[in-house]
C-alpha cells in the first residue's frame, strides 16, 4: 500500500514541492494562482508593454553605442601610432600620439565630472535652517 505523501511510479512531483512545504494540500492550484506561472504578461497594460519595450530599445541603443565608441576607439589607436614631441613648461618628451589623445580625453571627461558636481552643489536648493532633521519611525 502507497503512503498518501508518496507518488505512484512514473510521476514526479512539481518543482518546489519535494519536501511539501510549498504544498497547499489541495492539489487544485491552476497556473493563474500559482506565482511565477508567467502570467505576468496576459494581465500587463499597454502602457507597461510599452515602457518595457522603450526600456529594451534603450538598451539596444546603449549597447550599439557601445561598440561604435570600442571601433571608433580602435580606428584611433591604428591611425596615430606615430610619435610626437611634447614640450613641457621644464622640458620636453617624445610620447605616441595615441596615448596623447587618449589621455587628454579622460582628463577632460573628468574635469567635466567634477566641475559638472560642484556647480550643482553650489546651485542647489538651500536648507531651511529653521526645522531639525526628520527623525526615523523606531526612535521613541
Known amino acids: 500500500m502507497m503512503d498518501s505523501s508518496e507518488q505512484p511510479s512514473g510521476q514526479t512531483e512539481p518543482a518546489g514541492s519535494a ?10 492550484e491552476t497556473a493563474a494562482e500559482t506565482p511565477g506561472a508567467g502570467t505576468e504578461t496576459a494581465a500587463e497594460t499597454p502602457g ?12 539596444y541603443f546603449y549597447a550599439g553605442a557601445a561598440v561604435a565608441l570600442l571601433v571608433y576607439l580602435v580606428a584611433l589607436v591604428v591611425a596615430n601610432t606615430g610619435h610626437v614631441k611634447v614640450s613641457w613648461v621644464f622640458g620636453a618628451s617624445s610620447v605616441s600620439l595615441v596615448w596623447l589623445v587618449l589621455i587628454a580625453a579622460i582628463l577632460g571627461l573628468a574635469l567635466g565630472m567634477v566641475l559638472g558636481a560642484l556647480f550643482h552643489w553650489r546651485t542647489r536648493r538651500p536648507r531651511s535652517r529653521g526645522t531639525s532633521p526628520p527623525q526615523s519611525r523606531g526612535a521613541a
Open 48 to 59: 507597461a508593454r510599452l515602457a518595457r519595450k522603450a526600456h529594451r530599445t534603450r538598451l
Open 19 to 28: 519536501d511539501g512545504a510549498a504544498d497547499t494540500g489541495s492539489g487544485t
